[in-house]
């Protein structure tokens, strides 16, 4: 109970800097001009520049992994992304530099980043010292610990930046604090886990470790597999098309955002171009801060009173279709009203949905199927066909701004099309998904 009392206080401390950080992002990619980009065409190409990249940094983090303890990676990992921090909290526009090019896109890019080298790391050392009985209890306490921080730092964001509180410029050294605190969580759970751990691999069968370990995944492999298999192709048409409408429904809310604060700043007289970038930052950080806030609360709620009692009385259909459900009603709505108040609600209403239900059908759908699949058909899903749904979103916006000219209506009324689409190929896995299972209850 101690340790999980640690990670508890751990990952709460980390989701509360990410959260820090990640207003921030879509703040300063709002005032990186590209000429002849609009703002949403700028995120949608860093979005899937970032998708790229995250492809070979986690190649990399990987390799590091097998080179060092996981305290060591983790310390070093941690402060590896403080000191970024603290570069970035120089380059900030209109703080010791002016507004620099290119700044925003790269501080996007490292956004991602940071999300391998400190959030997922947690979750990875979370389930090395968990690997018995006792993760199966404590797991579910550990993460209400990541949804409350997330909740926390959307809030700190809202209110205290809002109020001026906490300038926006001071978010990035901030963030500094819970982290350096995270490393020191850490190396106690290492502390009193360790030796755990050193006892029981002593007392252990000596020819234990002996037993076959499951080949290295491939994602070339992976994606030969997804071919071959019915199953395999309906998870990665449904893992592609919810990454597609789902981006491109953060960068039609990233549009609607920038035209409410164009308006805002015509109408209190705001003029000048460094006062115009300065309005634009700190709105569209705050607008993110309230908006990640409701999310997050919305996504804690569900996560605890709805996923496991629908799963339950409606089982596996009801957990993946329930989302491209509220997505069809969400975008439909947005197609007609394309408001900033209808369009923050019902995106709201998306991705707590993402974050808590449909999470908990991600975990689900692998549990009928066999090994070979696991190890070679989820990489490859996880990756390349959630990479391939960002790269589909930027063409939708290539296409759509460029050559067809569309209106954030019409965008709207395309992601429509598009969650059809993902509610046919739904209904399907759920059928491939109940043939699996009624294939692993059979007697052998």
Not at 65 to 94: E, H, K, S, Y
Not at 156 to 164: H, K, M, N, P, W
């Amino acid at each position: 109970g101690r340790t999980a009392v640690l990670m508890f206080a751990n990952v709460f401390l980390i989701l509360l800097a990410y959260y820090f950080i990640k207003p921030l992002r879509e703040g300063w990619i709002a005032i990186s001009a590209i000429e002849g980009l609009t703002k949403m065409e700028v995120k949608a190409y860093s979005s899937f520049a970032q998708s790229i990249a995250l492809l070979f940094i986690v190649g990399w983090y990987a390799r590091l992994a097998d080179r060092w303890d996981r305290v060591t990676l983790f310390t070093r990992a941690t402060l590896f992304c403080i000191v970024n921090m603290v570069i970035f909290w120089f380059l900030q526009p209109n703080f010791f530099f002016d507004n620099l090019p290119l700044s925003g896109i790269v501080y996007y890019l490292w956004v991602g980043m940071f999300g391998v080298f400190v959030v997922a790391q947690f979750w990875t050392f979370c389930a090395d010292v968990y690997t018995d009985e006792r993760g199966k209890r404590m797991l579910p306490f550990i993460a209400i610990g990541a949804t409350s921080g997330a909740a926390a730092g959307s809030w700190i964001v809202d209110t205290l930046v809002d109020a001026g509180v906490i300038p926006t410029e001071a978010l990035l050294l901030v963030a500094t604090l819970p982290l350096l605190a995270s490393i020191l969580l850490v190396r106690a759970v290492e502390q009193r886990e360790g030796q755990r751990a050193s006892l029981a691999e002593d007392a252990a069968d000596p020819n234990a470790g002996s037993a076959a370990k499951p080949e290295k995944a491939s994602l070339w492999s992976g994606a030969k597999l997804v071919l071959l298999s019915k199953f395999l192709l309906l998870a990665a048409v449904v893992t592609l098309l919810t990454n597609w409408v789902n981006t491109n429904g953060e960068n039609l809310l990233f549009r609607v955002v920038q035209e409410a604060l164009a308006v805002q700043a015509r109408d209190q007289g705001v003029m000048d171009e460094r006062s115009l970038l300065t309005f634009v930052r700190d709105g569209t950080t705050v607008f993110y801060g309230n908006f990640y806030f409701w999310v997050n609360i919305v996504a804690l709620l569900l996560q605890a009173f709805v996923a496991s009692r629908l799963l339950k009385y409606g089982g596996f259909a009801a957990i993946l279709l329930i989302l491209p459900v509220i997505a069809l009603a969400s975008y439909t709505v947005m197609a007609l009203l394309p408001v900033l108040a209808i369009v923050k609600l019902m995106k709201i209403a998306e991705n707590a949905t993402d974050y808590s239900l449909n999470n908990t059908s991600r975990h689900v759908l692998w549990l009928p199927v066999s090994s070979a699949m696991k190890f070679h058909g989820k990489p490859a899903i996880d990756t390349l066909y959630v990479r391939l749904g960002d790269g589909l979103a930027a063409i939708t916006v290539l296409v759509g701004v460029h050559l067809l000219a569309l209106s954030t209506s019409e965008f709207f009324a395309f992601n429509v099309i598009l969650v059809l689409c993902w509610l046919v190929a739904g209904v399907l896995l759920v059928r491939e998904h109940r043939r699996a299972s009624e294939v692993a209850h059979e007697p052998s």
